[in-house]
């Protein structure tokens, strides 16, 4: 583009440069291909497999025969499909709502310079630790009503059938996603306040605003992004929620607490139902892409530009 | 919401309110005052994080009749570390060393191969690289759990049923997207003055990426791989679909199936529970500044 501006001798010059810069750049093309193959054969393919395989009737062993648009429309008219439909998002909304106040305000405390809250975070991230086996498992014990919390804290109301009520066992799943997961939300918070200018506090401060008004005039609206990634990556990590629930309850009682991902697995690898549990799994990733997207709408384009806004 | 919106005045340091530092410097009992609702909300979560924590250790130092005897949060009377034994005899060191082939075989090449791509990323430019930059991001918001029907038969069609690399396989390939994210973040964050300047020596590309962008990237590289090493090591659905050997079980899978044989022996399932986690937690108190600095700046960008 200099070119038409400069001299002929530099002209020349700069030609031969920027060739070679855009040879350089393209050869680096090539550094991509491993990811690129990983990434293409256990992902991409993968996911044309299993629209592929929602055609098709397999049980898991046999051989894979053609069904047409039946799997689509057995499980369309399913209520199972609803409940699990339900279920899921029930459980997105509500762990969202639950985990990114605390998040957010663990985020910010935790962002404080004040030793002991160093010490707290360090604490307040072992469940980030844990295998989601581990976590249901040790929940289990937690609450038997005679052996666990209940008897250890002297209340009464903590012995509950939490595994055989419905109610209590989705509410239960929920408070046991928000204590496995707000760590890392937390974490997230906690570097986004800590990137947030100081020259906004001090010019607020000048203005003469209170830290109520700081909080939700400058702490909230600076980190809008960062509300946006914890956002995304709660909402569409809500839908492989699978080993949790799966250890913690397998779905019951009955099938109050049996979400999308793992309804999919008990058609697919339970029910030796692999046509259906594929429908099952096209459905996860239609919502996961239309979630994200919506979010990231949300978000705007560009993120790095607008984030200083105002400075 | 209020109660951590008044601790937040004493971040004078970090978030540098002006009037809470003028109140950390002056008056101390505004300080303590504001200090209060924030602070009981801190100790109040942790006692949420930890009461589970302190019940499973405890537990698992207790004899099966101090389990039925005590007070469930009380300490021990006579501890013992016979359900330790066994755990340990019910072949978890096995479930260990599986755990330990299937992390370091998919961390490494992961971040290996997601590096190379995220300088290309950034380095590079044309039509090709953009397209590839633009199927990772989506990558990112797909859940690919939903992917594991056809990851099984993918996997017994190559005859990799019931193996560890049938593990490390789909890991490593669902790792990449987030793993390129954040390392090109981090790679576009180098000065291109220190480009320019190694291309001035005459260093090619490829030299470039090894002695400059490596080395300055080391902080995000060390984050993704404990990152990715997490996943991997707490992963339940690939093992559970993939594996079907008791000897080839990891330690996640392990827990859940001990915990089926030993449903009557609380203290055992608890010790095995603490067992499986003690790696990361020594991990973790090693590596702490560096994973929580590291995941805090990379999800933040």
Known sequence: MSNAVSTAPKAAVRGTDSQHTEQRKAALAWLTIPALFFFLVFAVIPLAGVLILSFTSWDGIGAIGAAGLDNWFSVLADPGLYNALGLTFLIMIVSWLVQTPISLLLGVFTAGSQRYRAALAVL????????????AIAFKALLDPNFGLAT???????????LGVPQLALGLVIFVIAWQFVPFHTLIYQGGVRQIPKSLY???????????????????????????????LMVVGSLTYFDLIFVLTGGGPGNSTRILALDMYLRGFRANLMGPASVIAVILVIIGLALALFLQRLGGKDKQGSQLEGL | MSTVLKSNAQEARTASLGGSAAASRGMGQRLRRLNIPGG???????????LPVYYVVITSLKTQAGYFGQNPLALPTEPTLENYQLVLEADFAQYFMNSAIVTLGSVIPTVLISFMASFAIVRGGGRFLKLVNGMFLMGLAIPLQATIIPI???????????????LMLPSIAFAIPLTVLILSNFIRDVPNELFESMRLDGCSEWQTMWRL???????????????????????????????????????PLGLWTFQGEFSVNIPAVLASVVLSTLPILVLYVIGRRQLLAGLTAGFSK
């Open chain 2, 213 to 251: 962008a490596l080395p300055l990237t080391r902080p995000a590289i060390v984050t993704v791989a404990i990152y990715n090493g997490l996943h991997v090591w707490n992963g339940f659905l690939l093992p559970l679909v993939l594996t079907q050997s008791p000897g080839l079980r990891v330690l």
């Open chain 2, 40 to 50: 009981l909300g801190g100790w109040l979560w942790l006692a949420i994080i930890i």
């Open chain 2, 152 to 166: 099984y038969l993918m996997i017994i069609r190559l005859n990799l049923y019931d193996s560890l690399l049938a």
């Open chain 1, 152 to 162: 250890g804290l002297g209340l009464p109301f903590l012995a509950q059938d939490w």
């Open chain 1, 202 to 232: 001090e010019a607020a401060q000048i203005d003469g605003a209170g830290t109520i008004k700081q909080f939700f005039h400058i702490t909230l609206p600076q980190l809008k992004y960062t509300i946006i990634t914890s956002s995304t």
């Open chain 1, 124 to 135: 307040y991230f072992l469940p980030l630790l844990l295998s989601s086996a581990a976590v």
